[in-house]
């Protein structure tokens, strides 16, 4: 099961491992590995040295990232390494997987990359919704406590470890890593300004390393086995393996974990089992709301981060949100604009009250009630929504399906206008 | 009055955080699941008992959709309305809910037995549409067993 090391030990029942069974499988031998005979920056060497690129939308470089934690003699000695389980990008559900499925190898990644960058408080902030990992978090903590693998004197290496799991209590936004360390400190969850960055003043002030948990389960598999052999897992540029997914009217909506760069049409024919009898794809968002509309000439690009970006889309999450011919393409805009109005913070202006114009326009043409400059007036908002004009990505990403519907389905709001109706109801 | 029950499981996560400032949300959400709901009252006294602000609390309870500041029935509902459930159906399972089985959408049935709430992406997209109640996640709802689906909730 080398080639598929995040989910290839997952249980058929999908029952979580227990330590057992992840001991039994390979793990915590990276974390014995690292405490015995690596230092720190040989941990984030590794990590960097293999490409591992953040799985939570952004994709930025893990390696790197670890390396702005200042660990000079004069930086605050406190510093933080938060899991980020809020899973909330509408499309996504990878996390819930590695979760549910295998909560051990996460505490062993959280604790690697606490190590390597010298922190003795760790976070998981788990989305209030998800039960059932809140369980298996807890129960596999207690194993990990009992057994050594976290606590004081981690394996007597000298290296502490305190892992905390807090659940939420709602609200998007709160995946915004700065988001989110407002709301672990029992504030309201609005962005902060960056810089600085979390790396240099995070969680109460201190150093602080928010992951993503898919990328935070593939460092025990890099630490273990070297960055060469993550390289090797990929069929493009960037490294290791993906849990993709898809959802909407495929025939069989689900996640796989395959190499990073497997094309879309592979991804959707041959693991989703193509579109449903009678439906007909006619786009797709490649890694969850947030993200560009892809149609019919972009499927057989790879899902990388590069090639998506380059086809004017990302790579997000990686989990496809599949429109069908069936499906009203501005209904399906409205909804999801309808979600990111209301997960607005409020904070700034032009998403507050940008994103429930853009809302109310389109509710407007999904009824018949659409005017001629509507569309003209839709670009405009997008536009205007642009990174930098706004006070984090919110706003931008909702932009993102918007600018792109209208893009590759503008004839259909034309008709939703011209007609005065929709054309799929009734 | 905070019960002494409340008092002590907040205390229990004090050591977990910085300050009593950050404990507000676990606070709230401990006295919810208490008394289902956070009155008034009861915002006031976790706000003395944490040394914060009753109007800074306010600003904290009202923020976060799954904290209640109105009283709920004894089961929330939480209906996934975000695109992958809406592809699959979630508007029909919405509507079926409110016209046979007696519920209000963003409001308690008459018999204060469920509270009907939408709720973004539940992370479950591969088994739209899919609904919460309480802790229980239900995927791959069908329309027609909604009656056998809320049955165990009383």
């Keep these: 099961m080398a080639d598929l090391p995040l989910t290839g030990h997952l249980r058929p029942d999908r029952q979580a491992l227990t330590l057992r069974e992840y001991e039994r499988a390979g793990g915590y031998q990276a974390l014995r590995k690292a405490l015995r005979t690596l230092t720190p920056r040989d941990v984030t060497q590794a990590v960097s040295d293999s490409g591992l690129r953040g799985r939570g939308g952004a994709g930025f470089p893990t390696g790197k990232k670890w390396s702005f934690v200042p660990m000079d003699e004069h930086a605050p000695s406190t510093r933080y390494l938060i899991a980020n389980a809020d899973e909330m990008e509408p499309g996504t559900f990878k996390d819930r997987l590695l979760l549910e499925g295998n909560p051990h190898q996460l505490l062993e990644g959280m604790a690697l990359a606490a190590y390597a960058v010298q922190a003795h408080v760790a976070y998981v902030f788990l989305r209030r919704e998800y039960t059932v990992p809140a369980q298996r978090l807890a129960r596999a903590r207690a194993e990990a406590l009992s057994a050594g693998l976290l606590g004081q004197d981690v394996l007597g290496s000298g290296f502490s470890l305190d892992l905390h799991i807090h659940t939420s209590a709602g609200r998007y936004i709160c995946g915004e890593e700065t988001a989110l360390l407002n709301a672990l400190e029992g504030r309201r969850g609005i962005p902060r300004a960056k810089p600085p960055f979390p790396q240099v003043s995070g969680l109460w002030g201190r150093p602080t390393v928010v992951n993503n948990v898919e990328t935070l389960c593939n460092v025990p598999h890099i630490v273990d086995r070297g960055a060469q052999w993550f390289r090797s897992l990929s069929r493009s540029k960037d490294a290791g393996t993906k849990i993709y997914g898809a959802s909407g009217k495929v025939a069989r909506p689900g996640a796989w974990e395959l190499p990073m760069g497997t094309p879309i049409r592979e991804i959707l024919e041959e693991h989703a089992g193509g579109m449903r009898s009678g439906h007909r794809l006619r786009g797709l968002l490649p890694g969850g709301a947030s993200t560009d509309f892809l149609v019919e000439e972009h499927l057989d690009l790879p899902m990388d981060f590069d090639s998506i970006s380059a086809a004017g889309s990302r790579l997000g999450t990686g989990t496809m949100i599949v429109l069908d011919d069936k499906t009203c393409p501005v209904g399906m805009v409205r909804n999801l604009e309808h979600f990111f109005a209301q997960e607005s913070c409020g904070w700034c202006t032009p998403c507050r009250d940008g994103l429930p114009w853009i809302e109310s326009i389109l509710d407007d043409i999904e009824k018949g009630r659409g005017e001629e400059d509507d569309l003209e007036l839709l670009q405009r908002q997008a536009r205007m929504l642009a990174p930098g004009h706004t006070y984090c990505a919110h706003a931008p990403g909702a932009a993102e399906p918007l600018q792109s519907a209208l893009r590759y389905f503008r004839t259909d709001f034309e008709r939703h206008i011209r007609e005065r109706r929709c054309p799929w109801s009734g | ?154």
């Design chain 2, 1 to 154: 009055m905070l019960t002494a029950e409340e008092r002590r499981e907040i205390e229990e996560e004090l050591p977990h955080y910085r300050d009593r400032q950050s404990l507000t949300i676990e606070a709230l959400k401990i006295v919810q699941r208490h008394r289902g709901w956070i009155s008034d009252e009861a915002l006031a006294d976790v706000a003395s008992f944490l040394e914060v602000s009753a109007e800074d609390l306010e600003g904290v309870a009202t923020f976060y959709n799954l904290l209640f500041r109105r009283p709920v029935g004894r089961h929330v509902v939480l209906v996934c309305d975000s695109v992958s459930c809406w592809i699959m159906g979630c508007d029909g399972l919405r509507d079926r809910l409110v016209r046979e089985h007696g519920m209000r959408f963003g409001a308690t049935d008459e018999q204060g037995r469920f509270t009907l709430l939408p709720v973004p992406c539940l992370g479950a997209c591969d088994r739209a549409p899919a609904l919460q109640i309480d802790d229980d996640l239900h995927g791959n709802v069908d329309g027609g067993s909604l009656g056998a689906l809320l049955e165990p909730y009383r």
